[in-house]
Structures are given as C-alpha cells and as structure tokens.
C-alpha cells in the first residue's frame, strides 16, 4: 500500500494497541504499571484523533471494502470512550479486588482484550460485506466471554461465563443463518447489492431477517432473549459488566442501524411493526424486571435491557433522525452508566454491592450521592441531565413517522422505570445509615473521574454548541 | 437591558448554586446568606421587571411576540437537532406567575434557615426548584418548557426523601411518579403537536397561528389537560398531593402548594387550550363534571382531617378546583378568575405552609386534636394561620375574595346548565371551608394549653418578616385588585380570542 488516508489511522492504531499493550508483559513484570500507561495513551490518543476527522465527508471507503462513514466516527467515538473508562474503571479491581471478590491480575492482558472487542466493535461499522459484518460481531463478542470469567477463583464469574457462551454461540449460529438466507436471497454478500435486490422482497428475506433479529436479539438483550443479561451481569466482574453494558450494547445497536438503513433499506417499512413490537416488549421487560432487584448489579442488567428497548424507537424514525438519537443516546448513555457503576465500584470496593451498602450514603459522603443521584436521574431521563434529551432524541425519532403508539407507551413505562431509580436514590438519601458499614474512600483517579462524568452528564444536555457542532455537519 | 434581567431570573438561582459548590459545608452561615441574598435579589428584579411590563403593558415587543403581546422576548437557537430554541417573554399572566414564585422561593429559604441535616445541599436544591418554575412560566418554546416542567422531579423528591418527616419515601415518591405520570403524557402529546401541525415548531406563539388537524386534538387535548391536571390535583389524580405535603418540609409544601400546582393551571390554559381550542369546547364540559369531587367533597374530607397539613392539602385541592371551573367556564371573566385565582392561592397557601411549618417546628405534632392554646404563647403565628384561614374562605379585603368571586361570576355566565349546577355547589361549599377552618383554628389556637407548651416562643424576627410578606402580598390584590386585573386582561385576551373563534365541528370528531 503506498498511501494509507488519514481517516484510517485510529483504526490502524487501535488495531496494533492490543498487541503492544499484551506484547510489552514480554518485557515487564506483572504489577508493573507500563502496560496500563500503553493503553491509556493509545486509547486518549486514538479518541483525540477521531476529534480530528473532519465530519460531512459522507462514506470514505477504504480499498472498496472499509466504510468509513460519518456515522462510523461517531460510533467510533462512542467505543473508545467506553474503552477508556472501562480501562480506567477497571484499575483498581487489580489492587483489591471487589463486590467481596479478591483482586484480578493480569492486568495487562484485561486491557489488552478490552481493546480487542471495541475493534471489533469499530469492525462491524466499518463493514461493507456480510462476511466483514460477522467477523466484527465476533471479534466483539468473543473477548466478553473472557473478560466475563476473568477472575479464575471465582466460581459465579465462570458460572456466568459458562452462560454467556452458550447463549452467545447459539445466537451466532441463529446469525449465520440469517446471513446465509440473505445471501440466498440477494445472490451476493456485498451491502448495496443486497439493498438492490430487497426492493423486491420475497419470503427468503423474510426467513432471514426474522433470524438476523433473533441473533441480534440475544447481543442486545432484546425480548425474549435477554434472560442471560442479568446472570451475566452479576457474575462479570464490576469493569467488565459496565464494559459489557456500554460497548457490547453499542456494538449491537451499530449492527442493527447497519442493517437496518443499509441492506434492509428498502423493506423498512414493513420491517416497523416488528421493532415496535420488540421495543416495546423489551423495554416493559426490562422494567418490570428491575422492579424487585435488591443487588446493584442486577438491577443495571434489567435496566440496560430497557434502555435497549428504548434505543430500538429510534429505529421507526428515517436514517439521519435515527443515527442522530442514537449517536446522541449511546454518548449519554455510556456516561450516564460509567458514572452510576463507578459509584458502585467505590462502594463495592468495601462493602457489598447490594442496596442495603447504600444507606445513608448521603449523610456520609454527599458528593458522592449526589453523583449517584444525577447518574440515576440521567438513565430515568429526568431533565436537565443529558439522558432527558438522548431519550427525548430517541421518542423524537419515534414519533417523527407517526408511531405514537409506542410513544406513548414508551412513556408511560419511564414512569415505572423512574420507580425504580429512585429507589437505588432512596436507599441512598432517605434510608438512615447502619452504623457497621465500612467507611468509604475514594482514590484520587477515582474522585476525578466522577467529577469529570458528573459535569459532563449535567451540562452535555443543556449546553447545546457541543452536540450542535457534533451534527451540524453530519451526513448520513 | 430589560430582557436581559428578565433572563436573570431563573439564572441567578442557578449561578447560585454553582457559587455555593465549592464552598464547604462546614460554612452553613455564608452559604445559607448568599443563598438569602439571592433570593432577595431575584424579588426585587422580578417586581423591577413587573413594574416595567406594567409600564409596557398591551404592546408585543417585536413581531414575533405578536400572538401573545410579549415583553422581554429572547429567540435563541438552542439545539439544532430537535429544532429547539430558547425562547422566552413575559406577558401580565406569566409574569404575575413569576412575581408569585419570586415571593413564595425568597420566604422558602427563610424559612428553612434552620433545617437539619446538610443545608448545603438542601438550598442548592431549593434554587434548582426555583430555576425549575422560573423556567416553566417564562418559555415560550414547548421542549424548554418542558425541560423546566419535569426539572421538578427531581429535585423535589431529593428535598422530601432528603429532608422530609414521617413517611417520606412514601410521600416523596407518590409525589414524584404522579407528577411523572402526569408529564409523560405531556411529552406524548407534544412530539404530537410538532409533527402533526405540518410547521414543524415547537413555538407556541407559531403553533397558536395554525389550526391543528381535528382528529389529532380530539385525542391529545384530553391527554394534554389530564396531564397538567395531575399537577394541579384535578380529580381523579388529587391523591398524591396531601401524602406529598405531609411528609416534605415545609419549604417544598410551600413551593408545591403555592407554585407548582399552578404550573398545571398555566400549562392548561397557555398550551393546551390554547393551541387546542377545537377540542378544548369539546372536552371542557366533562371536565366541570369532575369539579365536583375538588370544589364540593375537598372541603368535606379536610373537615375530616386532623394532621394540619393534611387539611392545608385539601384545602388547597378545592380552590385549586375553582381555577379548573374558571378555566372551563370559557368565559373573559372566568379566564381572569382563574388566573387572579392561581396568583392569590399562591400566597394564600404559602402563608398557610409557613405558619404550620413555624408552628410544627415549636410543638412537633401536626395533630390538632394534640394541640390548644397557641394563642397564648404564640400570637403572631396565630394570628398569620388565621388569616391565611379567612383569607382561604373569601373575606373581603383579602385575594381570595376577589379572585373566588370573579370566578363564579364568569362560570355563571356560562350558558350551560352543568356549570351552572356547579358554580352554585361551589359557592355553597365555601360554608364547608369557613367550617374546617374555624373548627381547626378553635381546637388549636383555644381551648385547653398542654402544659408542655409553656417554654414555648412566638415567632423570631426572620419568622414574622416571612408572614408579614406574605399578608401584604394578600391584602394587596385584595385592596386593589384593579391593576392587576387590567394587566391580566390583556393577556388573557389573545387566548380568549383564540378560544373564542375556534368553531366545533358539529360531529365532534372528523372536522
């Protein structure tokens, strides 16, 4: 290759970071902080880059078969963010351990996976083909199920390591299947062929798409195959569950949109009732099921099943409303998470991670209540927090080609998910506090980590230059 | 410069929290006076302003204020994405609104001077509650509205799990899910409004130049009015009101009772009927068959209650009923009935708040039945609770006089018989009223002193300031309601009009 373009080099970057951050344990010890420097460098250094492509270019293809679109970067921007917060969330899990686990090693080789499953994540946006396609989805699910089962002594981190396989590979049979129908269907695996040949649909496309949405469905714990989510959460380690709810999610929803506004353009219509139908379900699912959740990380796994449901609304909408949601939805929603698991971390990191460690957390350490509360605020979308809007984006996506069925619906379930949010809040701010909780500290990484998410999730909705900027040149 | 003051108003409680953020806790004292200073501040800038919109009064500021005749009024872009714009201004209604909220917030924060637990937290989020309501009555654009309208949540059952008494998770969360509820329907029915109006706007002042299509209004006006009804207390959704009142301390009753509920009424008659007017004739005469539970049986049940804020609580939901049968009078003087209503209720109920909240502080009970001879050792707070009691039941001289009697002249003067029926029921109820609260002030000014109460003080400085506000407040719109009236008038007469020449399809559904 005699030229490489500038737009690929985060690419590239990320690409190599994972070998350099595993390659360099040849060299140094296992407790040495070399490897965690690597990735935090590469990892702000490629987010920093991505900053720097210039919007409004449309598609870039890369040797005809690596799509780098405005929707990409974006995308893009969203994965190495949750990478980088999922590195540094995970840091102290290696000194000591928590939610009553001991500590990890390996950190280098942790990180290292990390990195590996948000290219895989960059790889399915990027896809121009269904083979690219499904070869993303694995190189992004594949380093969960590790990362899931990262603590060997712990024998509910195998247990859900165990599930999340199985789960997994029947879901990428159920995938491979569909890919294989539409390749029947279309007669070529490249994307705008397909899109082509499905402006004349025949029941084979709908074979395929009803078991692309069933793989699709387990990865992003859509109805009714969201069951392993909540095992899977509470057996992960705490980094990794956050990375799994940020990342896996997004790379999930990527696919989807790809699908959805590529190959499957032409029958988007008459693919809408059945989005609804699966938004809808999931998203009452998912708060029904966080409804009666006593343990933390539980209760993250039903919430994120709901906010599943609600990012599919977006998809009613037509592509440039849609991407925008769901661009603006993942950035507020990968903070909004990373905020609320780093209070559960701090906590977890001295006492159980369960309601009952959260009393009286106001009276004892306010700031970090009060972070606790404006993360839990933003997921229950509570203005002036940024989750307000991502969901406001996403109901505006909904409603803009009529379904205000499920618009109304959808908002009358935030009801119910409010409900529960305040409960995590009211354990914090109305429970009196037991006397035999450890006190809490905080490091100083972790202190200004979550101030830093607490502003950004304040202000990112209100302040409208930063996202304005963001789409005021996006092409779709 | 005036507009940019009227901006100031719901920046300053902001800028103040953000001031107060770094500054320890410890310092409970220069943080709780910077807090009092700005509230203070914020009081005279919303009197300046109403002053000046007085002067100004019956002139739109510019072109595209013209629908509502505003003043003040800024269009900013604000997120491009969804289309919205900052966009706010002032007209008599809203800044009347704002006058109201400016009063009750600065007599919250002194009256919380001395409330337990972490008072840093606790005045940021008094002033969040304020930049909250600010917000609700100066947009004009639906998403910033809403923004503001739902901001409430949050900080209100932080205030009450945080800070309340009793059962206040309980209270905290009835409060915050209903009034959650009642916005979601909002939400629903606004995205409606943008798409469904083919002008893709989220103005109100645009919207109101369109006729929105029939069948979408038929089905959204009553989602709409029921949503902003749940915050005003309308029945069926009064429910979350009297538990919410009880447990929150007596800043957020005050705050909830004197200003948020109205935020309901405002959004009814600002964007509901006005927008909706179609379907608004429709649906209105159901909604004065639903008054009768808020005017009528209100009034029975506080006579029922002995916890004092309670019987505040259902107090405030029957005259909260007479702003809806003002409103669905659809009449020039039963809109202006409403409105003085919503303004005169305000302090009313303020005081009423303040007094018990004082009260409460010095007996620790809310019971009556517990309490008695509090004239002896408490005259001043004695004589502030019954005033806001005589003021409630319509003596002259007093707001609520002006404001009640307004409202049953314009709802007789709707022609049909239902109203009709109604109004009469409502101006018989006031009997019900004059009786609960004589019986309450009885039993707890009078009678027998428990010998506990002994040691017990009346009012300090800071207390009587707060009481002697607010019955001047009162006694003003009692002694010279014309002013205020006027300014009402004019703006109230845009929406009127709008109402007013809106023709019902004969089918109901279709036209």
């Known amino acids: 290759m005699s030229y490489i373009p500038n737009y690929i080099i985060p690419d590239l970057l990320l690409l190599i970071l994972p070998f350099l951050v595993i390659g360099s344990r040849l060299f140094v010890k296992d407790n040495s902080k070399i490897p965690w420097r690597i990735a935090n460098i590469g990892l702000v250094l490629i987010f920093a880059l991505l900053n720097f492509i210039p919007l409004a270019g449309g598609s870039r293809f890369f040797i005809n078969n690596w799509n780098v679109s405005d929707f990409g970067i974006l995308m893009r921007e969203v994965l190495v963010l949750s990478a980088i917060l999922g590195v540094w969330l995970s840091k102290d899990y290696f000194n000591h351990g928590g939610d009553g686990k001991p500590a990890m090693n390996q950190i280098a080789e942790f990180i290292g996976t990390i990195a590996f499953a948000t290219f895989g994540g960059i790889t399915v946006i990027s896809a121009c083909d269904l083979l690219t396609f499904f070869l993303g989805l694995e190189i992004a699910t594949i380093p969960m199920y590790a990362l899931t089962a990262w603590n060997k002594r712990d024998q509910l981190g195998s247990e859900a390591a165990t599930k999340y396989i199985l789960m997994g590979s029947v879901a990428t049979a ?69 990375v799994l709810s940020v990342t896996s999610k997004a790379t999930a929803i990527a696919f989807l949109v790809m699908l959805v506004y590529g190959p499957l353009a032409p029958v988007r219509e008459q693919i809408a009732p059945l989005i609804a139908l699966l938004a809808g379900v999931t998203l009452f699912v998912g708060n029904l099921g966080a409804l009666k959740q006593s343990r933390l990380r539980r209760f993250m796994a039903y919430s994120s ?111 119910l998910a409010l409900y529960y949010y305040l409960q995590v809040i009211k354990s914090a701010w109305a429970d009196e506090a037991d006397e035999h909780l450890t006190p809490l500290r905080m490091t100083r990484r972790q202190r200004w980590v979550i101030v830093l998410l607490t502003v950004a999730v304040i202000l990112i909705g209100i302040l409208p230059f930063l996202s304005n900027n963001v789409f005021a040149g996006f092409t779709f | 410069m005036d507009t940019l003051l009227f901006n100031l108003i719901w920046l300053i409680p902001l800028f103040t929290v953000l001031v107060c953020a770094p500054i320890p806790g410890a310092k409970a004292k220069l943080i709780k006076g910077i807090h009092g200073v700005s509230a203070t501040l914020v009081l005279l800038l919303v009197a300046y302003l109403t002053y000046r919109l007085y002067t100004l009064s019956g002139t739109p500021a510019n072109e595209a204020a013209a629908p509502l005749l505003l003043q003040f009024f800024t269009d900013i872009p604000w997120i491009a994405a969804l289309n919205a714009h900052y966009m706010v201004g002032a007209d008599g209604l809203n800044m009347f609104l704002l006058l109201l909220t400016a009063v009750i917030v600065w007599a919250g924060v002194f009256v919380s001077w001395e409330i337990k637990g972490n008072q840093k937290v606790f005045f940021a989020l008094i002033q969040m509650l304020a930049t909250s309501v600010y917000g609700v009555f100066m947009s004009m654009d639906l998403v910033l509205f809403f923004v503001f309208y739902e901001m409430e949540a949050l900080c209100m059952y932080l205030m009450i799990a945080g800070y309340g008494s009793g059962r206040k998770d309980y209270g905290g969360k009835k409060l915050t899910l209903t009034l959650a509820f009642g916005s979601s329907m909002i939400l629903a029915t606004l995205f409606g409004l943008y798409f469904e109006s083919g002008i893709h706007s989220w103005s109100i002042m645009e919207l109101s130049k369109i006729t929105i299509p029939m069948d979408f209004q038929m089905w959204a006006f009553p989602l709409m009015f029921m949503g902003f009804a749940v915050s005003s207390s309308l029945f069926p959704f009064h429910f979350w009101s009297p538990d919410g009142h009880a447990s929150a301390p007596t800043a957020v009753s005050m705050l909830a009772a004197g200003v948020m509920m109205k935020m309901g009424a405002y959004g009814c008659l600002r964007i509901a009927m006005f927008l909706m007017p179609e379907a608004a004739k429709i649906w209105l005469p159901w909604v004065v068959a639903f008054l009768i539970f808020n005017v009528v049986l209100g009034p029975f049940i506080a006579l029922r209650h002995k916890d004092l804020k309670y019987i505040t609580a259902y107090s405030s939901i029957s005259h909260l009923g007479l702003i809806f049968l003002g409103l669905a009078a659809i009449t020039p003087v039963g809109l202006r009935g409403a409105a003085l209503q919503m303004i005169s209720h305000g302090f009313l109920t303020g005081l009423f708040f303040a007094t018990i909240g004082m009260i409460y502080e010095r007996t620790h009970t809310r019971d009556i039945t517990q309490m008695g001879g509090i004239m002896r050792k408490m005259p001043f707070l004695g004589v502030g609770f019954v005033i806001a009691g005589f003021a409630g039941l319509g003596l002259p001289g007093f707001s609520g006089f002006v404001a009640e009697s307004t409202i049953f002249i314009g709802a007789f003067g709707q022609e049909s018989t239902l109203t009709r029926i109604v109004t009469i029921l409502a101006i018989l109820s006031i009997t019900t009223t004059a009786v609960y609260i004589l019986q309450t002030a009885n039993r707890m000014l009078h009678g027998n002193m428990p010998a506990k109460y002994e040691t017990l003080t009346d009012g300090c400085f800071r207390e009587k300031l707060i009481i002697v506000v607010l019955v001047a407040c009162l006694l003003l719109i009692g002694i010279f309601p014309g002013w205020i009236s006027n300014m009402l008038d004019q703006s109230i007469a845009p929406i009127f009009a709008k109402i007013s020449a809106a023709t019902a399809p004969v089918n109901g559904i279709g036209g």
């Open chain 1, 305 to 415: 099943i709901a906010q599943a449901g609600y990012i599919m609304i977006a998809l009613l909408g037509d592509s440039a409303m849609a991407k925008t949601a769901i661009i603006y939805y993942l950035f507020v929603y990968a903070l909004s998470n990373y905020l609320a698991f780093f209070v559960f971390g701090i906590i977890g990191h001295h006492r159980e991670e369960s309601f009952d460690s959260l009393r009286g957390l106001s009276k004892q350490n306010v700031s970090l209540a009060v972070a606790l509360a404006v993360a839990m605020f933003s997921l229950a979308g509570i203005p002036p927090l940024a989750g307000f809007f991502g969901k406001f984006h996403l109901f505006f996506s909904g409603a803009s080609t009529g379904h205000y069925g499920i618009v109304v619906f959808a908002v009358l379930n935030n009801v």
């Open chain 1, 174 to 242: 159920f995938e491979l299947f569909g890919f294989s129908y539409l390749y029947g269907f279309a007669g070529t695996i490249r994307f705008d062929a397909i899109q082509t040949a499905a402006s004349n649909p025949n029941p084979l496309l709908w074979i395929a798409i009803l078991f692309l949405f069933c793989g699709i469905g387990f990865k992003l714990t859509l109805f009714p195959f969201y069951t392993w989510a909540p095992d899977v959460y509470e057996g992960a380690p705490t980094p990794v569950t956050a």
